[in-house]
């Protein structure tokens, strides 16, 4: 018996090995497995539970994937829908070019210069409705549209139609170049103004505020800053734009204009009431002539806004009784006054 278990042994370890290699096969065979959390569904259950193809995951109420169903829409309804997209973005678009600073606008252009490739093209846009000015702005500019002319004024102008206030982007164009940008606001200069020559070369670059170049150095009546006493504009430390100086009444007193440091054109002295001018000297054209230093009276006005006296219209009444200042006061005949001279020393305010 003891031989027979030995001779066994062997066929017991064959056996074992028979059995491992018949159950290693099945053992290694692919087997579907389900995510699904209840076993007894079935596997169709499993696709129709997945939250992965639900418009409920998906980005501001549009799918996430493209498993999602589509919306099919007739050719009227995308025409409609393209339609109403389109006129959106033209509202959008017209409401933003035509509003600037809160305040409607509209567009204009004149044409200045030779016809052909030297003529000049200004596109601008001014006030749609009226606005209140501010009374201590330097000057004032206006669109003329019966003369089809960008006027600077140094009054405000409230009761003519045809003059509109400028507001807005400005731009000069010749020959498709630009030569001029800026912006106006509320009938001043506003934010950078460039000019460039013919070849696109940047030759200037000024920033006004409001009609006050950066740099102005601003003086003003009392602690409080609320009354504007003078305005001496600098550019680049040099005396450069529109020179103001007003009386403690909030009337102008001085109006005039520098370039390249010098006094230009026509410098205007008030009466100090009602914006009333008195008189009116003349300087050079250009900051880049010999400088005047003894101004030359062209024009005076009486105290009742009557012009009395005209170099160039040969008009000279002052001292008549029909151009009496007050009823029954003569005003007697006085020398023309001289342009007190401006602060040239004023240094620009540090920021």
Known sequence: MRIISLWLRPLRFLVLALVLLTLLPWACTRKAVSFNSNPEQPALAVLAADTLTRTSDSLNGKPSLSTARKVVLTKEQEKAAKDAEKDTQRKLKKKKKNVFLGEKMKR????RGPKGRNQEIAIFYYLKYPKPLNAYAPAYYYYDTKKHKILKLAEIQE???????????????????????????????????????????????????????????????????????????????KLEGDYAKFLINGQPDWRGQFENGKRVGTWTKYWGF?????????????????????????????????????????????????????????????APRTVPRAPAKVQPKRR
């Open 108 to 111: 204009a252009f004149v044409k």
């Open 159 to 237: 009761d003519v139609s045809t003059l509109k206030i400028m507001h807005g982007p400005y731009k000069v164009m010749q020959n498709n170049k630009v030569l001029e940008t800026g912006y106006y606001a509320l009938g001043t200069r506003h934010l950078r103004w460039e000019k460039f020559d013919k070849n696109g070369v940047l030759l200037s670059k000024t920033h006004y505020e409001m009609g006050f170049p950066r740099d102005a150095n601003v003086s003003y009546y009392g602690e409080d800053r609320s009354l504007i006493n003078e305005v001496v504009p600098y550019v680049n430390g």
């Open 274 to 334: 009602r914006g009333r001018r008195r008189y009116e000297y003349q300087y050079a054209e250009t900051g880049y002539d010999p400088e005047v230093t003894e101004p030359e009276l062209v024009r005076e006005y009486n105290r009742n806004a009557v012009l009395i006296y005209d170099k160039e219209k040969n008009i000279d009444k002052r001292g008549q009784p029909d151009v009496e200042d007050r009823p029954g006061q003569h005003r007697p005949t006085v």
